[in-house]
C-alpha cells in the first residue's frame, strides 16, 4: 500500500512539473503571437499619423497670416533631424501609444520629441519635466509646463486597456491557428526491428536513412522509399482531423483590429478599406476623431508660443485639416451659397481653407443668379 502512495504521489509530482512546462510554452506561443497586436496598433496609430501629418499649421496675426520662423518649424523642419511630416506621425504615434508627449524647445530652437522624461506635478505650481532623454541624450536641465508642449491622450494608457482584451483574441488565434496546422499535418508511423539494428554501426545507419526519408517527405512533392528489411513506412494522414479554416483566423485577426480601430475612433471600414458609404464614414472620422485631436494641439500651442497680451491681440495658431472632398466637387454647393448673398468670397475661402485676399470682389456680396450686388438687384428691380 505504501508503495502505491508513493508511485501516485511521485506521478502527481511529474504531473505538476508538466503543467509547469505546458504554462511556459503557453506563455512562449502567446509572446511569439504579439505581431497580431503590434499589427493592429501599428497599423490604426499610423492610419491617424498620417491624417495629422497632411496638417497644414497657420500663423494668424490679426487678419493677416504670417510665415515666420514659427510657421517654418512647424510646417517645414522642426529640427534638424526631422521633416514635418515625421515630425508629426512620431508626436501622434507616442500621444496615442504612450498616452502623452513631450515637446520641448532646444536653445537653436529646434522642436524635439522626448524618448523618456519624468514629470512632478504640483497642485499651485507649475510641473517640472527633468530627466529628459531624446535619442539616447539626457537633457541636464529642467523645463517648466510653460516651458514645453505637453499633451495627454486620454485618461489611461491605450495599451493597457487594450491588453485583457489581446489576452483573449490571442488565446483565441493560437487555438485556431494550432487546429489550421494540424488539419492537413503529415502523420506516419515507422516499425523497426530491433533485432536488426543492435549494432551501433547499424543504429547509424538506419538513423541515417529515417532522416533523409523525413527530409524528401517533407521537401519533395513526390518521395519514393525504398522498404528495407526490419522497417516498414506507413502514412497515417487523411484521418478526417478536423481543423478551422483560414477565413476563421482572419476574422480574430480583424475583430481585433476592429476594436482597436473602435478605441482610438477610426471606424473599422476605413482601416479594411471598404468602398460602402466611405464618405460618411470619412466624415465621421474627420470630426470625431482628426478634429478634436488638432483642437488639442491647437490649444496647447496657442498657450505655449503666445503671450497672454498676443493671445488678446489676434496672434493664434490656425489648422488647416486635410481636405477629403474636391474643390470641384464643392463647385455647386459655393454657387448656391455666394449667388444667395449669405457669404461672400472671403468667407467662402475661409472655409475652403484658403488665405483671404485683398481685392474688392471678394469682399462684396452677391444675389440672384445674375450675380449682382444687392443693392443693384434692388435698384434695378431684379426680383429674381
Same mark, same amino acid.
Given at each position: ?93 507616442? =500621444?496615442? +501609444?504612450? #498616452? &502623452?508627449? %513631450?515637446?520641448?524647445?532646444? @536653445? ?6 522626448? $524618448?523618456? !522624461? ?32 505637453? =499633451?495627454? +491622450?486620454? #485618461? &489611461?494608457? %491605450?495599451?493597457?486597456?487594450? @491588453? ?6 490571442? $488565446?483565441? !488565434? ?211
Amino acid at each position: 500500500m505504501l508503495g502505491l502512495f508513493d508511485r501516485v504521489f511521485n506521478r502527481n509530482k511529474e504531473l505538476g512539473y508538466s503543467f509547469d512546462i505546458e504554462f511556459l510554452e503557453l506563455f512562449e506561443k502567446k509572446s511569439e503571437r504579439l505581431h497580431m497586436k503590434r499589427l493592429a496598433f501599428e497599423t490604426c496609430i499610423s492610419f491617424l499619423a498620417r491624417t495629422v501629418s497632411q496638417t497644414e499649421f497657420r500663423v494668424r496675426n490679426g487678419d493677416a497670416y504670417v510665415k515666420d520662423e514659427l510657421y517654418y518649424r512647424l510646417n517645414t523642419r522642426p529640427n534638424k533631424n526631422m521633416t514635418a511630416s515625421t515630425f508629426w506621425q512620431k508626436f501622434i504615434s507616442k =500621444l496615442i +501609444y504612450d #498616452n &502623452e508627449v %513631450l515637446i520641448i524647445q532646444a @536653445d537653436d530652437g529646434d522642436l524635439l520629441i522626448a $524618448d523618456d !522624461f519624468q514629470q512632478k506635478e504640483y497642485a499651485v505650481y507649475e510641473d517640472v519635466f527633468s530627466n529628459i532623454i531624446i535619442r539616447g541624450f539626457e537633457f541636464k536641465r529642467s523645463y517648466k509646463q510653460s516651458e514645453v508642449i505637453h =499633451l495627454k +491622450y486620454g #485618461n &489611461e494608457k %491605450l495599451s493597457r486597456l487594450l @491588453d485583457s482584451l489581446f489576452y483573449d483574441y490571442g $488565446d483565441l !488565434f493560437g487555438y485556431i491557428l494550432k487546429g489550421q496546422k494540424r488539419k492537413n499535418q503529415l502523420r506516419a508511423t515507422v516499425d523497426m526491428d530491433m533485432l536488426a539494428a543492435k549494432s551501433g554501426e547499424k543504429q547509424a545507419k538506419l538513423q541515417e536513412f529515417i532522416d533523409n526519408m523525413y527530409e524528401a517527405v517533407e521537401k519533395k512533392d513526390v518521395a519514393i522509399i525504398p522498404q528495407q528489411p526490419g522497417f516498414e513506412y506507413k502514412e497515417q494522414s487523411g484521418n478526417g482531423v478536423a481543423g478551422q479554416s483560414v477565413d476563421e483566423i482572419n476574422k480574430v485577426t480583424d475583430g481585433f483590429l476592429d476594436q482597436v480601430a473602435i478605441a482610438i475612433g477610426i471606424p473599422p471600414s476605413l482601416i479594411r478599406g471598404d468602398m460602402a458609404d466611405v464618405e460618411k464614414q470619412t466624415k465621421n472620422y474627420m470630426f470625431f476623431s482628426v478634429s478634436p485631436l488638432l483642437k488639442k494641439i491647437k490649444d496647447e500651442a496657442d498657450v505655449k508660443f503666445f503671450t497672454k497680451k498676443e493671445s488678446i491681440e489676434g496672434k493664434s495658431i490656425e489648422i488647416r485639416k486635410p481636405s477629403y472632398r474636391d474643390i470641384f466637387d464643392l463647385a455647386t454647393a459655393v454657387d448656391k451659397l455666394v449667388s444667395s448673398g449669405v457669404f461672400n468670397g472671403n468667407e467662402i475661402r475661409s472655409e475652403l481653407g484658403y488665405e483671404t485676399t485683398d481685392e474688392k470682389i471678394h469682399n462684396e456680396y452677391f444675389i440672384t443668379k445674375n450675380y449682382t450686388t444687392a443693392d443693384e438687384a434692388v435698384e434695378g428691380g431684379d426680383e429674381d
